[in-house]
């Protein structure tokens, strides 16, 4: 932010007269500066004016949002959260009793909380206690970096079960037959143990399929892998806890054109057998990624198209199957640090939230909730990170109901052959029914502004003269876009202590004000009393 300086004027004496061999040269310098401005009357950077006393300026935006039917109903745990198998190979499954982690946790529950990963595919499952003492067996640190056994699975259960979350589990896919069909016998050994322990968990089978030609150099096409599915559920059946689990799945990669075939493939023979079909989605090459990427608005529009190509070919076979996106990550390569685990990071996210729900995708899952490269929410130290903060608000503020969303002076008149792509996103829900500090009816909007300059809203229609909450999240510190600190309404969010989340406090601002959306930053507008008829209803 540039610093406005002031500077005295020189006052001019009654008796000083310009020479008269410079008035001339006076004339001509005016002028240079008369066809100066002129030149620039294109130019779209704001310049400032002073304005006459009582000069209004003009409204950029106006902002009306259908109160009487929502377009979208999403899962309650539409945000929900992963993690990776890599906490067993890197030693931190101890961790999981942490209070502040379990607070953390909690902080963002209801949610789905899905353990897998790349590791997946090749950890085993062994019901030994101590496998260190295990009769012939291989030593502790080869059981740690490549079992699953009854004591990890007590931890990670009772993370999730202590946290408010409901644990997938991803099973292991990459054991196979020598013809290639899948070798169950460890995922039975898992189930069987599960089951005596009365654990409530759902299921899924591999992770990103479609490499593991590259992972274990051998395919398994998407015909087979619907079979191996179909296999899954009939081990499932006949024990009494799982017999109506939920099977979510295949969870393959980005949709190219190899991986649509699989998708294919297996919905052909295992469609109707998942009760959600799932995939993954990654952003940016880790390894290359600046800081200006997050704000791209191409980079942003990518996931549209990767969503049609799954609802494609998902109703193609089974029209109004369920859709998850599944480890969902904005930098690949386990991220990128100062970067991905920034406050600039967060644009995609919420840009991932809003977009993902208006297309009608039920569930998000966040790779990874901690530990795993630096696209977490918690760091390694179990700090929360600019993303958990923008998570909890999410959580906090926003209900499953999607609502339709109508402005006026968004864009510019579109030029022939010119793609004109938002910079300021807006998207409004229903506030959360759970949220007690909001009666039923109210809205809650969510804004992306990644413009260089600030933009004005005027909300209209049904939302007009309606008192409005502000919760506006912007990086704190010196490092800007790359801070991993966060404000909400100028105070910087941090844990009271580690049984203890802070109190989000919102900036009531007066009925009929407008809107003002600083630059390049993002923030929730909870807009009360709006007695909104889709919104008044579970």
């Known amino acids: 932010m540039g610093v406005l300086c002031a500077f005295p004027e020189a006052m001019p004496s009654s008796n000083s007269h310009p020479p008269a061999c410079l008035a001339p040269v006076a004339l001509f310098l005016a002028l240079l500066v008369h066809l100066s401005l002129s030149s620039q009357v294109g130019d779209r950077r704001p310049l400032p004016v002073d304005r006459a006393p009582g000069l209004k300026e003009k409204t950029l935006i106006l902002l009306d949002v259908s109160t009487k039917n929502p377009v979208r109903t999403v899962n ?16 931190w499954l101890d961790f999981l009793s942490s209070k502040r982690l379990v607070t953390l946790a909690r902080g963002l529950s209801p949610a789905f909380l899905r353990f897998g990963g790349k590791r997946t595919d090749f950890l085993q499952f062994q019901n030994l206690r101590n496998p260190a003492k295990s009769r012939g067996g291989p030593g502790p640190d080869y059981y740690l970096k490549n079992y ?5 699975l007590d931890k990670l259960y009772n993370f999730a079960d202590c946290s408010g979350l409901h644990l997938i589990f991803a099973l292991n896919a990459l054991r196979r037959n020598p013809n290639n069909s899948w070798n169950s016998s460890s995922a039975l050994s898992l189930l069987k143990y599960s089951a005596s322990k009365k654990y409530n968990i759902s299921w899924e089978l591999g992770n990103e399929p479609n490499n593991y030609r590259t992972m274990h150099g051998r395919a398994v096409n998407g015909s087979q892998l619907g079979k191996d599915y179909i296999q899954l559920k009939s081990l499932l059946q006949p024990i009494r806890i799982y017999s109506r689990a939920s099977l979510y799945g295949p969870n393959i990669g980005r949709p190219r054109k190899n991986v649509i075939a699989l998708l294919d493939g297996f919905m052909k023979v295992a469609g109707s057998t998942v009760d959600a079909v799932t995939w993954q989605h990654c952003y940016i090459d880790g390894r290359v990624v600046k800081v200006m990427d997050f704000l791209k608005t191409r980079l942003l ?107 006026a002076g968004l864009q510019r008149k579109p030029r022939p052959g010119r793609v004109i792509r938002d910079k300021l996103r807006i998207y409004a829900h229903c506030t959360n029914h759970h949220n007690h500090n909001y009666v039923r009816g109210s809205i809650t909007l969510f804004i992306i502004n990644l413009h260089r300059s600030r933009k004005k809203i005027k909300l209209a229609g049904t939302l ?16 800007g876009l790359k801070s991993k600190s966060v404000q909400l309404n100028g105070q910087p969010l941090v844990m009271v202590d580690d049984g203890t989340l802070p109190e989000l406090k919102p900036r009531p601002l007066r009925a009929g004000r407008t809107l003002v959306i600083p630059p390049v930053t993002m923030g929730f507008y909870v807009v009360k009393n709006v007695n909104a008829l889709a919104c008044r209803y579970r």
């Open 76 to 91: 309650e745990n539409f945000l929900s959260l992963q993690l990776d198998p890599s906490i067993i190979h890197d030693g």
């Open 148 to 152: 699953e056994d009854a004591r990890s």
């Open 301 to 407: 529009d990518t996931l549209s198209d990767q969503i049609r190509k799954i609802q494609k070919v998902v109703n193609t076979y089974t029209p109004g199957k369920k859709i998850w996106l599944e480890g969902v990550v904005t930098t690949s390569a386990g991220g990128t640090n100062n970067l991905s685990d920034s406050y600039a990071a967060g644009f995609l996210w919420l840009n991932t939230l809003g977009m993902l729900a208006n297309q009608g995708i039920d569930v998000v899952i966040r790779h990874s909730f901690f530990d795993h490269g630096y696209n977490h929410l918690v760091d390694q130290n179990f700090n929360p990170l600019p993303d958990y903060w923008l998570s909890l608000l999410y959580k906090r503020l926003i209900g499953p109901k999607v609502l339709a969303v109508h402005v």
């Open 464 to 479: 007009r003269d309606k008192l409005v909450h502000q919760y506006l999240l912007q990086p704190y510190g010196q490092e």
